[in-house]
């Protein structure tokens, strides 16, 4: 650790007076929070379209049972099918719902009653929960039904469904716990990708090679600074996520900390990895993106790790922000301890020191 204080005191100076690099560093992640936090993924009023031929009370009933799901909203009541078929292609309506003339009599017949509902495929989001929903409407009032001449009071199965962790669904709970991962993993590895490069570029690189500076301590010594600037942005975004989203913490806020430690001094020792390896700061930027892109697709943040192809998972489990969502989620959702984590813990340990150690590396042959 020769030197190590000299190359701390260099960094943190440098890293106060790039105002523009703090200032990007705590604007792009609470936008990005603000902008996730806010969007909904759970589909609602979806705008539905109506052709009933039969114009019957049964009909006008199944058209309530649609709306009073809460994914359904009226739109337009159309006049022929070519018609329902047009205000889908036009873009809308999403969903159009087609009562043949004959419904209502075969209902009072108890014969099998038929209806069309048309959902559009382009949005893969919205066209599975809608045939969720309309398949559960469907369903529920043939249970109903069936019971009902059957003369049966209760049902022979009765589930019970609760909803642990997030009773309401809200999408803001189960996106921003993982969110923390993605914008640790952008910020982070963006400012430590251009330490190396910026002293390359001003000509200091030489300066460290001549001085009796060992390289795990120039490592660490750029490595603290920007790990208290990336505590500051976990303290801001936990912050507004427990205010302004309401998202409730159910673990302990100091494990969660002390586990983002070992994630931020992954990202940080990742990005000088490639700064290292970079001449200029276009090319650390390049770079790090191309390390960035399996952190947002392979995380299991967007996609499921079990979805991922049988030769991509491998890759999945060397990222580092696929153990942290888990961590993050863990604590923040559910409530976990170090003891229900530690695998995640123990593999995110294991990456942290590769990296470190590989960044010493070659920052050694970078100066040597």
């Known amino acids: 650790m020769t030197g190590f204080r000299a190359v701390l005191r260099k960094e943190w100076t440098q890293m106060f007076r790039d105002t523009w690099t703090l200032r990007m560093a705590f604007v792009i992640p609470i936008l990005e929070l603000v902008l996730f936090g806010l969007i909904d993924t759970n589909v609602r009023h979806v705008p539905t379209a109506v052709f009933d031929e039969s114009r019957t009370a049964e009909s006008r009933a199944l058209v309530r049972d649609f709306v009073n799901t809460g994914y359904f909203d009226i739109r337009s009541v159309a006049g022929s099918a070519a018609e329902l078929r047009r205000e889908i292609v036009a873009g809308r309506v999403s969903v159009a719902l087609q009562i043949p003339p004959d419904f209502a009599r075969r209902r009072l017949n108890g014969q099998p009653a038929d209806f069309q ?25 043939s249970i109903e039904e069936i019971a009902g001449r059957a003369r049966v009071a209760d049902l022979p199965l009765r589930i019970h469904p609760q909803l642990l962790f997030n009773p309401d669904s809200r999408s803001a709970n189960l996106l921003i716990p993982g969110l923390i991962a993605i914008l640790l993993t952008f910020s982070a590895t963006f400012l430590s990708a251009f330490a190396i490069v910026k002293e390359r570029e001003r000509g200091t690189l030489e300066q460290l090679m001549v001085t009796p500076v060992s390289p795990i301590a120039v490592v660490i010594g750029k490595l603290v600074p920007y790990l208290v600037l990336g505590f500051a942005q976990l303290v801001v ?8 989203f309401r998202v409730p913490i159910h673990g302990s806020v100091l494990l969660l900390f002390s586990l983002s430690a070992i994630y931020l001094f992954s990202l940080l020792a990742l990005g000088l990895l490639v700064s290292s390896r970079a001449k200029t700061q276009m090319e650390a930027l390049q770079r790090a993106q191309v390390v960035l892109l399996p952190s947002f697709l392979l995380s299991g943040y967007f996609f499921p790790i079990s979805s991922l192809p049988l030769w991509l998972r491998p890759l999945a489990y060397l990222v580092p922000a696929t153990y942290y969502i888990k961590i993050a989620r863990g604590i923040i959702i559910r409530g976990a301890g170090f003891f229900d984590l530690w695998p995640s813990v123990a593999a995110l340990v294991a990456i942290s020191v590769f990296l470190v150690a590989s960044s010493a590396r070659a920052f050694k042959k970078t100066i040597g």
């Not at 919205?126 to 369903?139: D, E, H, N, P, R």
């Not at 975004?237 to 302004?244: D, G, K, P, R, Y």
């Open 117 to 141: 509902v048309l959902i559009d495929g382009s949005d893969s989001t919205i066209s599975s929960q809608t045939l969720a929903a309309a398949s559960g409407v469907a369903f529920q009032r």
């Open 237 to 244: 975004i936990l912050v507004l996520m427990a205010t302004f």
